[in-house]
């Protein structure tokens, strides 16, 4: 049994190696494999934890809403010694 569930890291490592993204982008992601509906789920759980955050942003003239690594998710990152402590 993992302490922290895998699919949740999985899409922590994609913020932390691509930098703020929607929804949808990280379910377009071959890095992350679920389906569109589930990474929303998950999203909203990360931000509940306070591992991410939202963001919108405006891009080709719509409304977005990003996501973004915060410090706590980093931290659980590198405690899980999932990326590198440096930088």
């Given amino acids: 049994m993992a302490l922290v569930d895998e699919r949740k890291v999985d899409v922590l490592v994609y913020l932390y190696e691509n930098g703020p993204g929607t929804g949808y982008s990280i379910a377009a992601s071959d890095d992350v494999e679920y389906t569109k509906g ?50």
């Fill in 38 to 87: 589930y990474i929303y789920d998950v999203l909203g759980e990360l931000e509940d934890e306070g591992m991410i955050e939202v963001a919108d942003r405006e891009s080709e003239g719509r409304k977005r809403v990003t996501y973004q690594l915060t410090e706590n998710g980093t931290l659980l990152l590198r405690a899980l010694d999932r990326v590198s402590s440096k930088g």
